[in-house]
């Protein structure tokens, strides 16, 4: 049938399965490891700047190890920052590609920009691990790389609200509407708390796990605790109220009571995480063990999994969309080759088809040119398909009568009269 080939479902939630789990391993990876980089390059810069403006050497030095930590290198760029996100939105894109979005260019912009900003800050690392000083040009081109990240991830959270809103694909040709939204500030938001906590969680890994201790003196280290519990702190203020705003603008098909209950989950676990940062700035010989980042860690598969969970519902419901447009398809290339499917069989229009059409030569109950129609349906009886066949080609049956002429029917009149004769039949019977 022409234009069937375009009438593909997408997977249903079920055949997702480990397609699910790796789509939930690749955001862990990439998402942490991209937030850790943007976050350690506007830190890094904000201290740089500060260090030259208040001589204190501290914020200079402070810039330098944040970046030096956070600054990555091209090889764990390319594995953590640049392949899961390719493998993302190939994923994405198998999903999405009946959308009718022009979602190429789309995804191809977010690993353009997000892989630029990556090297950008990349080269402000090296360059200030070079030489200990603000070059404007540098410093510029690490702003720009930000930048860039932050126009990568705020399309990409447009690019999961696709997923969530079917319905309006039909509406746009591009998704570029569809980047201003709530939905969209909610989720690049959440990205934005959640890169904040990370590059606390990071500075405060960096101090008091990696670093030697003679390496640094108190002072400094006392600042680098305020700064990095502070900042894992705002961070994490802000998840709570990003998923809140978030679960307002989705979908009430997507509000299921599972999904309630893994954002309560989150918030306890980011409130035991709070308790155990905070509790490091009144320890005397503070150290970060394995429990907050194991707080943190769970959290974002949490996070993760809800976004998985959203998906999931909203991929049932995008199924539904395109069956819906597959029938209006199929629908209008019926009417087109003049069958006029267009319209629903029902027993109603059969009936009004039975009164102009079949009573001059049938009744129900006594012969007329036809037999009765209470001999001859029952051997129809649940068979709306073959009763049917039989009216659009009739065919010789019954040597005591002349055979029944066609009656040039359309298919869909021809079945509204059948599910009529065998409703009407039972009712009579
Ligand atoms: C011009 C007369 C005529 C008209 C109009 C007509 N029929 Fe018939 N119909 C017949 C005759 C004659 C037979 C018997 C044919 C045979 O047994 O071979 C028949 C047989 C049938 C049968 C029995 C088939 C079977 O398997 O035994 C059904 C059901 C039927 N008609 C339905 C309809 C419906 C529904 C309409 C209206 C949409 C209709 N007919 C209009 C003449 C007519």
Redesign the pocket.
């Known amino acids: 049938m022409p234009g069937d080939h375009s009438f593909v479902l997408m997977p249903a939630p079920s055949q997702f399965g480990v397609l699910g789990f790796l789509i939930i391993l690749l955001l862990l990876i990439h998402i942490l490891f991209a937030g850790l980089m943007m976050g350690g390059g506007v830190l890094s810069v904000f201290f740089n700047i500060l260090g030259h403006i208040d001589k204190r050497s501290r914020f200079r030095r402070f810039s330098r190890e944040i970046i030096r930590y956070s600054g990555s290198t091209p090889g764990a760029i390319f594995l953590m920052g640049f392949l899961p996100l390719v493998s993302l939105m190939m994923l994405y894109a198998r999903v999405m590609y009946l959308s009718g979005l022009d979602i190429f260019h789309f995804f191809a912009f977010i690993i353009v920009h997000s892989t630029a900003g990556m090297l950008l800050i990349y080269n402000y690392k090296k360059g200030v691990i070079r030489d200990d000083e603000v070059r404007v040009v540098r410093t510029g081109l690490c702003l720009l790389g930000i930048l860039s990240m932050m126009g990568a991830y705020f399309v990409f959270a447009a690019s999961r609200i696709l997923f969530a809103t079917p319905e309006v694909w039909e509406l746009f040709r591009t998704p570029v509407p569809m980047l201003f939204s709530a939905a969209v500030a909610a989720r690049f938001n959440l990205f934005l708390t959640v890169s904040a906590t990370v590059t606390g969680t990071g500075i405060l890994l960096y101090f008091f796990r990696w670093l030697p201790p003679m390496e640094s003196d108190a002072d400094y280290r006392k600042f680098a605790l305020r700064a990095g519990v502070g900042i894992s702190i705002t961070g994490v203020i802000g998840i709570p109220v990003s998923l809140l705003w978030l679960l307002t603008t989705l979908p009430d098909f997507s509000l299921s009571p599972e999904l309630i209950f893994i954002n309560v989950l989150i918030l306890v676990v980011l409130m035991i995480y709070t308790l155990q940062i905070t509790g490091m700035l009144t320890s005397i010989r503070p150290k970060l063990n394995n429990g907050p980042i194991a707080m943190l860690l769970l959290a974002a598969i949490l996070i993760f999994t809800a976004d998985g969970m959203i998906r999931e519902t909203s991929l049932q419901e995008m199924r539904a969309v395109v069956i819906r447009q597959g029938e209006r398809m199929l629908a209008e290339q019926a009417e087109k080759r003049g069958i006029g499917a267009a319209a629903e069989a029902t027993a109603a229009k059969?009936e009004e088809?039975?009164q102009n059409?079949?009573?001059?030569?049938?009744a129900f109950d006594t012969r007329?040119?036809?037999?009765p129609?209470m001999?001859?349906?029952p051997?129809?009886a649940g068979d709306v398909e073959s009763?049917t066949e039989?009216?659009l080609n009739?065919?010789?049956?019954?040597?005591?009568?002349?055979?029944?002429?066609d009656?040039g029917?359309k298919t869909v009149?021809?079945e509204s009269?059948?599910i009529?004769?065998l409703e009407e039949y039972e009712k009579r019977k």
């Open positions: 059969g088809i039975f059409r079949c009573t001059m030569c049938h007329v040119v036809g037999p129609y001999e001859t349906v051997q129809y009763l039989y009216i009739p065919v010789k049956k019954n040597p005591d009568y002349p055979a029944m002429p009656l029917l009149e021809a009269a059948a009529y004769l």
